[in-house]
């Protein structure tokens, strides 16, 4: 009985999440291709937030945490939104979920080999997720942060039915028995939270089965990958390779199996976020505007790097909004930033007591182990490069500009935490470079993607073959 | 033919190609040699100098001699020909050790050859000697010599004779890429893809290949015309290689839930935590709680290790638990009072005067305080 209601509980912000997006006004039809899997994929993360940000409302309420006073409005925000969506396309709505469940097996536009490989490809893909579900749910809480700095929280919030605060020894001290006390205690609440739930679903604490948000976290990542670059004018086969690229990361996995790390789902959010900018730069819709903003601040509530990951979204949407001087401000705003990190490194500025330096301690040596060598990545970082090269042409232009500069922004970040390691302690809650990148990893793959499909067409244009229509 | 198939075609060329060329550059003699593989159990090695124990199939080296040597030898007669490395199959070398791989043979059998051996992540590096001077004739023994320092003891598993042929060497690197990759504490930072020391990275290979197959495409497709073929079979070409890798992962993956089935399936929650690697920790933290009081209470947690202090502190909540997470510190007595309670675990210099009830730890004054819990090596007290 337990797994049931745990099985609803999980489904419950999920769907509230989904209706929600349905019921905003877009232009956009549900039967149009991708759209069915990026509102499924978003779906979760905007419910899951949403999740959090009632429970937070109700321990602010000094209301405890229970099934009933957490699940039924999110159950009337699932049939509130749901009613709407229905009533603005009560006719589609039932033949695009069959529409989709036939795709599923005979995606149109596909035949013989292409059918036979995208049916083999999505059971990989199944497969996979039910090794990782199997995992999830037997494999107590194990890695180091999860236990004493996440779940720590969710632990004493589920047992006492509400948020209570964490602090630092000293204020622990002084706040003689109302404070807790755990490694990270100034992390924002959004996983915890996310535990806290399944564990009311649950009806026990049980610190494998709580840990179902993060397989989730990794689904719905996959269906908003699919369904972004279907909308984006990608091919039903090839969006499906790119959204297995995004499955397969073994290390994205190891954040499944061994889930309570806050890494996979900012890295999530954050990709969410960058394709609804992407959408927004095609559609201008309201809703993936709204989307791109739900989802960075769902980052940055999901731990601290998120608010600078949310910050790169910046020189895209310039990018966007002037394309024709946007690159030039994005990449004069990203020159000056990196001016800035040059001069912290090379002065020893003290401004209000506070030293600022930054030393230049760059790894290279581990980096390129970690990227290359190892099999954190498959082989992601080998295919980002080639498809930057292949398409350096385009990289700048319309379409792919504002992605350009999002993904410019990013590996800027990345090469800060490399090469400057103070910034680990300062903007990224000491990550390491490989979870870093990890936050960066879906981005980066959906990038690479597109730039090459901007080679395709290039190649197309120059070309005399038609072949070119299937890459 | 159509451009996928073509790039598929490419891709296993060019994967092929590469294997041949990283064995023509590591093969050190003849490819297929008539000799196997020749394998010593730890049983079989004796200490001429040093300390240590046989255990678990591992013979443990625990101590150097006074002079700072071990050295752990193996009498054995096989042609230098047939066997061209040696390979220790040892764990936890200390990285900053001198070691060295020390031989005797029948041609010159007074003579004591040696060369330097190379630890990587706590292995043994197999030493190849196709081209040392004196690996000739009958080898007549084989040692490990061992000079300090030793910071802990480290185990040899056996010792193999290889006679490095092509096979035997693919064979190798086969196994290194599929080596069971279980997790670890820090599979949550990186994934090393098989074994930890390889001599060819599986993503090496593939991207090599993959690059080899990409050029091949690109002069097919310019020579042929057919520019706009290029996409689709350099696409194809990443895939396969991406998908290769992916095998890999994935049966690893499918190694882990077995693993991980094998430990906890079927157990509830409390079941799970004491079969787990902190089980005993656990099942001392029940106890505690048994005598802990409802509400939450007060608790200071301290252990040598940080892992038991981060342990049974989470073990411990909604018990509103202090521990260090990063100093092996016990808190202040001034800032303890009256009901607070004090969890130890494998903690030196805590000590308790039952008679007096009086609890004292690292110099500090001594405080009243009632042993409630207690085992070897673990405690729980009451601060009066």
């Known amino acids: 009985m337990s797994l049931v209601t745990l099985f609803l509980g999980l489904l419950v912000p999920w769907l509230a999440g989904m209706s929600l997006l349905l019921a905003m006004p877009a232009q956009r039809r549900l039967s149009e291709r991708g759209e069915l899997a990026w509102i499924a994929g978003t779906g979760y993360f905007v419910g899951a937030f949403l999740l959090t940000l009632w429970m937070r409302a109700l321990s602010r309420m000094g209301i405890d945490f229970g099934g009933f006073a957490i699940g039924v409005p999110l159950l009337a925000v699932a049939v509130g939104g749901g009613y709407l969506a229905w009533r603005r396309a009560a006719n589609a709505l039932p033949g695009t979920i069959r529409g989709a469940g036939r795709a599923l097996l005979s995606p149109p536009g596909l035949s013989g080999v292409a059918r036979w490989a995208w049916r083999a490809l999505l059971l990989w893909v199944a497969l996979r997720f039910l090794l990782l579900g199997v995992e999830v749910s037997w494999q107590p809480l194990f890695p180091w942060n999860a236990w004493s700095q996440w779940a720590t929280k969710a632990r004493v919030w589920f047992e006492l039915g509400r948020i209570v605060p964490f602090a630092d020894s000293a204020d622990w001290f002084a706040a003689d028995g109302t404070a807790y006390f755990d490694a990270g205690p100034h992390l924002p609440p959004t996983l915890p939270l996310l535990q806290v739930w399944a564990s009311i679903a649950l009806g026990r604490w049980d610190d494998a089965l709580m840990n179902w948000p993060w397989w989730q976290f990794a689904v719905a990542l996959s269906l908003a990958v699919y369904g972004a670059l279907r909308t984006l004018d990608m091919s039903a086969l090839a969006a499906l390779v790119v959204t297995f690229f995004v499955s397969s990361l073994p290390l994205a996995n190891v954040h499944v199996a061994l889930a309570g790390y806050a890494d996979l789902p900012l890295a999530a959010c954050y990709a969410g976020a960058v394709l609804a900018v992407l959408r927004w730069t095609t559609t201008r819709e309201l809703r993936d505007a709204v989307l791109t903003l739900v989802l960075a601040l769902a980052a940055a509530q999901i731990k601290a790097p998120g608010i600078v990951w949310a910050a790169t979204l910046v020189p895209g949407f310039i990018a966007a909004l002037w394309p024709r001087r946007g690159v030039k401000i994005a990449a004069a705003i990203m020159a000056a930033i990196l001016f800035g990190l040059l001069v912290l490194a090379q002065t020893s500025l003290t401004l209000l007591g506070y030293p600022f330096h930054l030393a230049f301690e760059p790894a290279w040596g581990a980096l390129a182990e970690s990227y290359f060598l190892l099999g954190s990545w498959n082989l992601l970082w080998y295919g980002a490069l080639a498809a930057t090269l292949l398409a350096w042409r385009d990289l700048v232009l319309p379409p792919l500009a504002p992605l350009t500069m999002i993904v410019f922004a990013g590996a800027t970040l990345l090469f800060a935490l490399v090469a400057f390691p103070g910034t680990r302690v300062a903007i990224a809650d000491q990550t390491s470079v490989n979870r870093a990148t990890l936050q960066f990893a879906p981005v980066a793959i959906v990038f690479a993607a597109l730039a090459f499909r901007a080679f395709a067409l290039r190649c197309a244009r120059a070309g005399t073959g038609s072949e070119l229509a299937s890459a | ?384």
């Open chain 2, 1 to 384: 033919m159509h451009p996928h198939r073509v790039g598929l075609f490419l891709f296993a060329v060019a994967l092929a190609v590469c294997l041949l060329a990283y064995l023509v550059a590591v093969v050190p003699g003849n490819w297929f040699p008539g000799a196997s593989t020749m394998t010593w159990s730890a049983a079989e090695l004796s200490f001429t100098r040093g300390f240590g124990v046989v255990e678990n199939d591992a013979l443990v080296v625990t101590a150097l001699d006074a002079t700072g040597t071990a050295v752990i030898s193996l009498d054995t007669d096989f042609r230098s020909n047939d066997y061209r490395a040696i390979a220790w199959n040892a764990i936890d070398v200390p990285e900053r050790a001198n070691l060295r791989l020390l031989w005797r043979t029948d041609y010159a059998p007074g003579k004591l050859n040696s060369v330097p051996l190379t630890v990587a992540s706590g292995r043994l590096l197999p030493a190849s000697l196709a081209r040392d001077p004196n690996w000739i004739g009958r080898i007549r023994g084989i040692a490990l010599l061992v000079q300090g320092p030793l910071p802990g003891p480290f185990r040899i598993r056996g010792v193999a004779a290889k006679p490095l042929g092509a096979i035997e060497i693919a064979g190798d690197r086969v196994r290194e890429w599929f080596k069971f990759e279980g997790f670890t504490g820090t599979s949550i930072d990186s994934v090393t893809g098989g074994d930890d020391v390889q001599d060819l990275p599986m993503p090496v290979l593939l991207a090599a290949a993959a690059l080899l197959a990409a050029a091949a495409a690109f002069l097919l497709a310019y020579r042929s015309g057919r520019i706009a073929s290029l996409p689709a079979m350099l696409a194809t070409i990443f895939v396969a290689a991406w998908l290769l890798q992916d095998v890999r992962w994935v049966v690893n993956l499918g190694r882990q839930v077995r693993a991980t089935a094998l430990r906890y399936a079927g157990h509830d929650s409390r079941e799970r935590h004491l079969a787990a690697e902190d089980g005993q920790l656990y099942a001392f933290i029940e106890k505690v709680r048994a005598k802990l009081p409802q509400g939450p209470a007060r608790v200071f947690m301290v252990a040598d290790a940080p892992y038991f202090r981060g342990r049974g502190a989470y073990h411990l909540y909604p018990h509103n638990v202090l521990f260090d997470p990063y100093l092996n510190a016990m808190p202040a007595t001034s800032r303890l009072r009256s009901g607070d309670f004090l969890v130890v675990y494998q903690r030196r210099g805590v000590q308790y005067d039952p008679g007096a009830e009086r609890l004292r730890w690292d110099g500090s004054a001594p405080i009243s305080a009632e042993l409630v819990v207690s085992e070897p090596g673990a405690a729980l007290f009451r601060i009066r």
